[in-house]
């Protein structure tokens, strides 16, 4: 039984995802240009992925090791992206608001997307996009414009908004993921109201304390090894092969000591069962070998038999292991639980 409760934490320990390798978050900052007839507004917008990002898009996507993006290789980039915009409404919240109402008393505006283009250039993934919305300027209106994306995994801040028919200065606020601002001379403060935006679409929750030390540590740790990566395939340099082990080590102790990986469940089973520290060490070996085959073997079959179907699908498969792994979790748990109970002695038989 002994065994087989071993077993069970291993197998828990590779279908775990931890808190710290399970953020998918992208940053984007964004730009906009509006312009605006008698009868229609017109919203230029431009995506700028960071540099990280775009790294890894073109070590993935880059099928002829060219070090760029051709066309086709671009236009696969291009259909991901608007099969997710277009289920989610292009992540993009428009609001027209008079003075005299509350930004909650207003609907969305619906609009109409058209010109989407992916690019890379000078090694940073853009993405740009056109919005026209049936809209009429009018005096003491703000528009309040919002990028937010509810499953988060792009996390948006504007950068700058620019204006056909420049207003007057200070016109124009900007709040991480929003903006408001006129489209005529105007009266009113554009920051008024904007932190209404915060509760209809809040912001992405940065981890504080020593998981947001460690969650920053892992990301400086990745764009590390994405830069030596890009060093090895453009100049073959012997050292970057040697930094490449260094931060790959570093990084998997950063890894280890976050959430996950069994250190709990391991430590109540030892506590439990009063087993010596040489055997601890050998059991967390066992498991770091474990865990770093599993997802060398994982990570094979998915690139290399299952590539097309997870590009699709692919965080409805995460989501569906996550409720795996916590459901093996608590059964283990609650075992150990069970365990610890103390028994009722058995009734002498005469």
Request: charged fraction near 20%; proline fraction near 3%.
């Amino acid at each position: 039984m002994k065994k087989l409760l071993i077993a069970f934490i291993l197998i828990a320990n590779v279908l775990q995802a931890c808190a710290l390798c399970g953020d998918t978050t992208q940053f984007i900052d964004v730009s906009v240009h509006e312009s605006h007839t008698n009868k229609k507004l017109t919203l230029d917008i431009n995506w700028d992925f960071t540099k990280k990002f775009s790294a890894e898009v073109l070590l993935d996507y880059d099928q002829n090791y060219d070090k760029k993006l051709n066309p086709n290789e671009l236009e696969n980039i291009h259909r991901m992206i608007m099969k997710y915009l277009k289920e989610e409404d292009y992540l993009t919240y428009i609001k027209y608001v008079p003075s005299k109402k509350e930004y909650t008393d207003l609907d969305y505006l619906p609009f109409t997307p058209s010109n989407e283009k992916t690019q890379f250039t000078n090694n940073i993934l853009h993405f740009s996009y056109r919005l026209e919305s049936n809209l009429t300027a009018a005096p003491e209106h703000l528009l309040y414009l919002t990028f937010f994306d509810k499953a988060s995994f792009f996390s948006f801040k504007i950068e700058e908004i620019t204006q056909a028919v420049e207003q007057e200065k200070g016109s124009i606020a900007l709040l991480d993921n929003s903006a408001s601002f006129g489209l005529t001379p105007s009266q009113q403060t554009p920051m008024t109201s904007l932190e209404s935006l915060v509760a209809e679409h809040e912001q992405t929750v940065k981890l504080g304390g020593v998981l947001g030390w460690l969650s920053e540590q892992l990301n400086n740790t990745k764009e590390q090894l994405v830069t030596l990566l890009e060093e090895i395939k453009t100049n073959q340099n012997p050292m970057a092969y040697f930094w490449l082990l260094f931060f790959s080590l570093l990084y998997g102790v950063i890894h280890a000591i976050g959430p996950g990986h069994g250190k709990s469940l391991v430590a109540a089973y030892f506590l439990g069962n009063n087993r010596s520290v040489a055997k601890a060490f050998w059991v967390s070996a066992l498991i770091g070998v474990v865990h770093t085959f599993s997802a060398f073997i994982l990570t094979f079959t998915i690139f290399y038999i299952l590539n097309a179907y997870m590009d699709e699908h692919f965080y409805e498969v995460e989501h569906i292991t996550l409720q795996i792994s916590a459901v093996i979790i608590i059964l283990i748990a609650l075992y150990l639980l069970y365990k610890r109970l103390p028994k009722r002695p058995k009734p002498l038989v005469k």
